[in-house]
């Protein structure tokens, strides 16, 4: 393989060259291993191992797809200035952070991504002129991804402290398109006393130095957020169910490396199934206070509403005007000397010759403005050759995004408390106030006639009590003095109330 592309022989290995064509004297099992063994060899020079590089070396090189750049009205040529290679859960994708110069960034195993994604600032301005434009060339001709059936690229605008998922953001680039993609975004705030005063699962959303993601840690360049979240809850289940760790994840998923291998066979059908239901895991380990945690929204966040517009690129009658065919023309003559000559080739079969027969074609781009300049070209034929095959590549291979802030401004929303303490306190007040009248005097008023009542309810008590202690003692002299006249009386009548006749009993009791 390596000696198809590079032109190469190894010394321990027998071709037969055919034509343009690399054949191998063997048969397909000695084919695939002596495939097997040159990869080897080759990431063995590298220090990197078939398993876990395999995926890298297979996706089109950033530097292959980025031609151009302008952020802020600041041109890039170079994409090492861009340059950041990312495993996201559909494949190995290109990061594009414009406010980041990713060639003064030390990187490694200990590049501290927190500080730098940190520290870009805030700020971005309004209209496409202040937006980022990125010019790609898709090389549709060394293009074989076998799952999907069209042609493109997969673009995803996200916060550049999220992971990308590109699975369920992701749109569709066509080539020969301009794409222009405004963005609408909103704010998502809570006061401070909403943080203070409610749990995260009473205000529905966590602070950010409430919880920390195991395998997308701050440490790493990453925030809490509910997409974050849930791809956090999905890595998660593939470690406990598949028992791998997904091998595009190594920024953050580096100690999940250390315990599981890398997803393969049957495990990667696996990590598949369980990536493609995202969403349906929402629980977490939080590696603050140890304990898993549902997935809440970001107290504080920004979503940002895409609307994607898109128009034929480039125009045939102005193409070869532009800056973009002098670029065009520089990267095709370097691939043409490279190793994608043949598969390029194979496509546009006169594009490299087109390119090689003008003598000194760098000089025809060589002025201030960049521009393609043929009026010292003798052969003008060679010249619309050139210029045609330049535009027929280009129609079918090139995509150009334009993103840029829509409006001046924003909407916010914040989440507050539906009533505080004070206010309740001046609620409570006001229907009193309503009600009543009420008032500091009204409650002195108030306090007033509670203390009257007090008094009158006591001196009616006590005078009810002197009225019966004085009835009381009228009637215990009555008694006494009854008492007294029956011990006088009935002695004397005892004898003679028997001799009575009972008229004179009558009498007798009247008497009494």
């Known amino acids: 393989y390596e000696d198809f592309i590079k032109g190469t022989v190894e010394r321990d290995r027998q071709y037969t060259k ?4 690399y054949v191998v004297d063997s048969d397909e ?25 395999i995926t890298w070396l297979s996706h089109q090189k950033c530097d292959d797809m980025f031609i151009f750049s302008k952020w802020n009205s600041t041109i890039t040529y170079n994409f090492g200035e861009n340059k950041r290679d990312f495993g996201t859960d559909y494949g190995i994708c290109c990061w594009y952070t414009p406010q980041l110069n990713f060639s003064d960034i030390p990187t490694g195993p200990d590049t501290d991504w927190a500080y730098w994604f940190n520290s870009v600032p ?9 937006g980022f434009s990125v010019l790609f060339d898709i090389e549709s001709f060394d293009y074989g991804y076998y799952d999907e059936g069209s042609e493109g690229l997969k673009v995803a605008v996200v916060h550049h402290l999220d992971m990308p998922i590109i699975r369920q953001r992701a749109f569709h680039v066509a080539p020969g398109t301009e794409n222009q993609i405004p963005v609408t975004p909103t704010l998502y705030t809570a006061t401070e006393q909403v943080l203070e005063r409610f749990r995260p699962r009473d205000r529905d959303c966590y602070d950010e130095s409430e919880i920390d993601l195991m395998y997308l840690p701050k440490s790493h360049g990453y925030r809490y957020e509910m997409s974050n979240c849930l791809f956090e809850a999905a890595y998660e289940k593939i470690l406990e169910r598949c028992h791998c760790a997904p091998g595009f994840h190594n920024e953050g998923g580096a100690t999940a490396y250390q315990q599981y291998p890398v997803c393969q066979g049957k495990q990667l059908t696996c990590s598949n199934n369980i990536l493609n239901r995202m969403g349906e895991f929402n629980e977490v380990e939080d590696i603050i206070e140890n304990k898993t945690k549902p ?10 509403d895409l609307f994607v517009t898109t128009s034929n690129y480039p125009n045939k009658k102005t193409f070869k005007e532009r800056e973009e065919f002098c670029l065009l023309v520089k990267k095709l003559l370097r691939t043409c000397q490279g190793h994608k000559r043949l598969p390029l080739s194979s496509e546009y079969p006169n594009l490299c010759s087109a390119l090689e027969n003008i003598p000194n074609v760098y000089s025809h781009c060589s002025n201030p403005l960049n521009r393609w300049r043929s009026e010292k070209l003798e052969n003008k034929t060679l010249a619309r050759i050139l210029q045609t095959e330049i535009y027929n590549y280009a129609r079918e291979n090139l995509a150009i995004i334009n993103i840029f802030i829509k409006e001046s401004y924003t909407k916010r929303f914040r989440k507050t408390e539906k009533m505080s303490r004070i206010s309740y306190i001046a609620s409570s ?8 009248g009420f008032s500091f005097v009204s409650l002195a008023e108030i306090l007033y006639h509670i203390f009257l009542c007090l008094g009158l309810f006591c001196k009616r008590r006590t005078s009810r009590f002197i009225s019966i202690e004085i009835e009381r003692r009228k009637t215990r002299k009555t008694r006494k003095a009854t008492t007294r006249t029956q011990q ?25």
């Open 122 to 130: 805030k700020g971005a301005k309004t209209g496409k002129d202040n």
């Open 295 to 304: 997935c809440l929204t970001n107290c504080e966040d920004q979503i940002n």
């Open 29 to 53: 099992d000695s084919k695939r291993a002596a495939f097997y063994d040159v990869l080897k060899v080759f990431l063995e020079k590298r220090n990197l191992s078939v398993e876990g590089s």
């Open 429 to 436: 007040g006001g229907l009193l106030g309503l009600c009543m």
């Open 18 to 21: 055919v034509s343009d064509q």
């Open 488 to 512: 006088r009386l009935v002695p004397v009548e005892t004898t003679t109330v028997n001799n009575f006749s009972e008229n004179n009993q009558y009498e007798f009791r009247d008497w009494l």
